[in-house]
């Protein structure tokens, strides 16, 4: 069997790019999914791998040696960015879509306004910044919302 400085040597020239390092370990899955604790602790010593080691269970071998599957700590971490990820993009698009929604509200609430005004309809221009009921038959009656009925 090969001796773990070669791994340890191996995954420290990839250190600086998580892609290279995940390629390395996956490629190297053999080894790394039962590395000794010794090895990962001289691993987590000189490089920047974050999160690593906070993911592994370790476990003794037959050697009385503790080890643990490095391949399966770096399933988890993926798996946990990617929910992450999924997480902070919903979130991203529910803060657009309100943005958008405040914004469209805004300009067709803008054009009702503006008509009303334009025709000398200033009560119902007032009635239709306070009154939702108003605004939304208002709409109907200028087609304003582009064949969108307003709900009731």
Known sequence: MDSDLKYVLGIMKC??????YER???ENREYFSRIPKSA???IDVCTNLKGLKEHMQFRVNKDGEEEADMCKALREIVEEAEKQGVRKGVKQGRQQGRRQGRRQGEEILGQLVGRLLSEGRTEDARLAAEDEAARRKLYREYGILNGCEARD
């Not at 250190?15 to 290279?20: A, D, F, L, N, V």
């Open 15 to 20: 250190s600086e790019s998580r892609k290279k």
């Open 24 to 26: 390395y370990i996956w």
């Open 40 to 42: 990962l602790d001289v």
